[in-house]
């Protein structure tokens, strides 16, 4: 069974632009959940959607916004970029919700904002 | 909330020692934790999980942790050191149906 892919993996973008990134979930999976990875701050949570609602949040500006499709793929979208949004996407999906269900992590996507 | 404390960002261990990493965490209910490790330039692997089943969880890799309740803590060890277990591991942490919440992480490099 394929693994969590996401694409692109390197992305370089500068200040003000906005981009997308796509992540395909293993197949059978309802959740996908993205993190951003920096060495200041460590993991932190973005959001997750299940059955294409999103049903959790963390915090970030609302620049940061994300979106679930009937197959289950999701899609994330800052806008206005900054440089401080230079990091690692990952994106991880688990048959369950979040928390509960083992989650499986993608390569992830860096980012870089110049 | 939850929270999950990693002590030392930094661990280094010869080949064929033993391999100690430390977790500590705060829930409010029965939680879920998990170990993931991240090799460079690539995604996050579970290494292992404790859902209230056995205390005691065997993961990948010749990995395990002990789940104790009374220190609220579960650290990772492994008897016998590999270079090829050098990378960040992760501890994280979830409350039933909520998020998962990632330690800062702890870099583990073997010597030879």
């Known amino acids: 069974k394929a693994g969590v892919t996401q694409t692109p993996r390197y992305l370089i973008k500068t200040r003000g632009q906005q981009v997308t990134l796509s992540c395909s979930p293993i197949?059978?999976?309802?959740?996908v959940s993205w993190y951003q990875q920096t060495p200041g701050q460590g993991l932190q949570f973005l959001f997750e959607?299940?059955?294409?609602?999103?049903?959790n949040k963390g915090n970030f500006p609302g620049r940061f916004s994300g979106r679930q499709f009937s197959n289950s793929r999701s899609e994330m979208n800052v806008s206005t970029l900054e440089l401080g949004d230079s990091a690692l996407y990952l994106c991880?999906?688990?048959?369950?919700?979040?928390?509960?269900?083992?989650?499986?992590f993608g390569p992830g996507t860096r980012l870089t904002v110049l | 909330a939850q929270s999950v404390t990693q002590l030392g960002s930094h661990v280094s261990v010869s080949e064929g020692a033993l391999v100690l990493l430390r977790c500590n965490y705060s829930?409010?209910?029965?939680?879920?934790l998990f170990w993931y490790v991240q090799y460079p330039n690539q995604g996050l692997q579970l290494l292992l999980k404790?859902?209230?089943?056995?205390?005691l969880v065997k993961g990948i890799n010749g990995f395990e942790a002990e789940f104790k309740k009374s220190e609220t803590s579960f650290h990772l060890t492994k008897p016998s050191a590999h270079m090829s277990d050098a990378a960040e591991y992760f501890c994280?942490?979830?409350?039933?149906?909520?998020?998962?919440?990632f330690g800062t992480g702890t870099r583990l490099q073997v010597f030879p």
């Open positions: 994280a942490v979830s409350e039933s149906t909520d998020k998962l919440i």
């Open positions: 959607y299940f059955s294409e609602t999103q049903r």
């Open positions: 197949s059978g999976h309802r959740s």
């Open positions: 404790y859902t209230s089943a056995a205390t």
């Open positions: 829930s409010s209910v029965p939680p879920y």
């Open positions: 991880a999906s688990s048959i369950g919700t979040a928390g509960v269900g083992t989650q499986y």
